[in-house]
């Protein structure tokens, strides 16, 4: 198949431009959008398809794009974020807004999409007259900053408390298991026993084992002879521990 030239292209996106403002007319914001970015895929240099987004985008800011305080942002009328500083510098607003104006107010009246484009652009001309006031701008941007100081703090204090919730989830660790202590290193054996004395043999023959020793019988020691009884005499008996002394021998005379 041929790939298409420039005119067959020119046709398809002239045909999308069409269906985009319908859409508009329909106030299908969105779909509006996505016909004209078909038509800007076919021919980049399709005429009026920047007309028909800048209407889009003012009508869709005042549909979604509120302030806190429930009233229009004009920031966003000029396709401006209010949220970062450089976007409300007067210089940058006054751009923006004199781009929108030029886009919106060319359009012929005959079209049939000229009461979108008018709607369009009175809420590009009352965003200018809000944010060219010093005072009203002023006041504006200082309630931006409180409300995004705010959000920033609100996200702050939840995530610090869904960290500490997944830290109070998280189960602690095991305690390590006591390592066990190394194996003394195997002692050494004791030394041998001294050798013992050889004993002397005697005649007494060795216990039989498991039985004690008999022991050795007493010898029976032989009663005291009888001793004669001795005869009174004037002698007085003999000490103990001494012999008796022999009888005089003046005595066995006289006798």
Excluded at 42 to 56: I, M, Y
Aim: proline share 16%; hydrophobic share 40%.
């Amino acid at each position: 198949m041929d790939p298409p030239t420039s005119a067959t292209k020119r046709r398809e996106a002239e045909r999308f431009m069409s269906i985009a403002e319908k859409l508009l007319t329909a106030r299908d914001l969105e779909g509006c959008k996505q016909f004209v970015a078909q038509a800007l895929s076919f021919d980049p240099r399709t005429p009026g398809a920047d007309d028909l987004l800048a209407a889009a985008d003012a009508l869709l800011a005042d549909k979604r794009r509120r302030l806190p305080s429930g009233a229009l942002d004009p920031y966003a009328v000029l396709g401006l974020d209010s949220a970062m500083p450089a976007s409300r510098e007067p210089d940058v607003v006054h751009s923006h807004y004199r781009r929108l104006s030029f886009l919106l107010n060319r359009s012929h009246p005959d079209r049939p999409c000229s009461l979108a484009f008018a709607d369009a652009a009175r809420l590009v001309a009352d965003a200018w007259a809000f944010l060219s006031d010093p005072i009203r701008k002023a006041s504006l941007d200082f309630d931006l900053d409180a409300a995004t100081a705010a959000t920033n703090a609100a996200a702050a204090a939840k995530a610090a408390a869904a960290a500490a919730a997944a830290a109070a989830r998280v189960p602690t660790a095991p305690r390590p298991e006591k390592q066990h202590q190394p194996q003394s290193r195997s002692q050494p054996p004791p030394p041998p026993p001294a050798p013992q004395p050889p004993q002397t043999v005697s005649g007494t023959p060795p216990p039989k084992r498991g039985r004690p020793p008999r022991a050795a019988k007493t010898p029976a020691t032989t009663p005291p002879a009888p001793q004669p009884p001795q005869t009174v005499s004037g002698t007085p008996p003999p000490k103990r521990g001494r012999p008796p002394r022999a009888a005089a021998a003046g005595c066995q005379n006289a006798a």
